[in-house]
């Protein structure tokens, strides 16, 4: 007999979400183990003006169950907002009032458990053994992980991780200084928009120079169109699972190429807005210098500064740039979590990653009772989708229904435009 017939181990948006489907189904027993003390949501880039790139409808619940309590509408009712938020934001809503959410539907579940980091994972006779700091263990035959990814530093930048050379994960943890500085940032997606935005707003804290630098042609917008919002619906899903390995890549490949991952009109025309006032109406000091086509490739310590060396792909060649501060916005990376280290040799795992099932399953050499779902880490095998928020709930009530084996709540009823088949 084991402790808890699951538990899940991280808790971002998407275990939570889980938590708050699993909630009312009180024939489950689970818990959840978070080492943070409280909930984040990306903190080190919660920057005042960042907003959500999709609807609050998104939330935890509402796409698979609109009347649980755990809405993020009726969070709003809750904390007497919902008048003035609808007046002020529409369908819209800032990162850190979704955090607010969050935080708020945490508070609720006793399943939650905070400041309960996980050292290890190991089998026994029981199942599962999930053992946490002073000994403390728990057992369960289901696992859901949802300890999410990790912020990309490039190789080469490593070795000078600091105050000055950061992933834009750390921008508001290490607040550097830029003003008057030479300023180079990497990467010109969503995160690396919003960091330069962020460089931008204090006419009397600019930067002496500001570098942009992306790996494609331009600064694309983000493809927020009807029929590309259909890569973000569960039928895309089962379809995208369905296809071969390589054509999933070349797929997610064109995806991301296409603007999958690009950058809101709303922030690009706010960046292109404030640049032009700066050069245009204030005549500014600061020189910028947006450049497309470039890849960092290098980074080298010169006395009192650094010297990026970025590539050209387009010429092949490769240009020295002095800095004093470089911001990597290079995304984040998946990989095997340190407490599932004593199962390494059990785990299938296919160009370093975890050979996922189309139930969220990982290929587990273990006894086919005990089961470990992956949240938020099966972009290679479910699609563009997967490490966002847009079918977080969706995929929490596929894994849950998986878990107690009925139908708790209803996820093949989807319909979309696109004949995905």
Known sequence: MTDFDFLGIGVGPANLSLAALAAPVTELTAEFLEAKPEFRWHPGLMLPDSQLTVTFFRDLVTLVDPTSRFSFLNFLVQDGRAFRFLEANGLGCSRREFEQ?????????????FGTPVESVTLS???????????DVRTTRTLVLGSGSEPHLPDFAKPFASDSVLHSSKLTAVRPEWKGRRVLVVGAGQSG???????LSDENALPSSLTWTSGRIGFQPLDDSPFTNEWFAAPFVDYFNGLSDRRRAEILREQKDAGGDGITDELLTSVYRRLYHLDMVLDSQMRHCLLPSRRAVGLERDGSHYVAELLDVNHDSVQRLPVDLVIFCTGYRRGIPEYLKPLHDRLRLVDGDFAIRPDYTIDFDGPEDLKIYIQGLAERTHG???????????????????IAGCEIHRVDNTTTTVAWQ
């Open 384 to 402: 563009i989708a997967d490490s966002l928020l847009s079918l977080a709930s969706w995929r929490s009530a596929r894994i849950l229904n998986s």
């Open 101 to 113: 959410y969050f935080q708020w539907a945490a508070a609720q579940l006793p399943s939650v458990r």
């Open 125 to 135: 006779g029981e199942g599962f053994e999930v053992t946490s700091p002073g000994g």
């Open 193 to 199: 928009a919003e960091v330069v935005s962020h460089l």
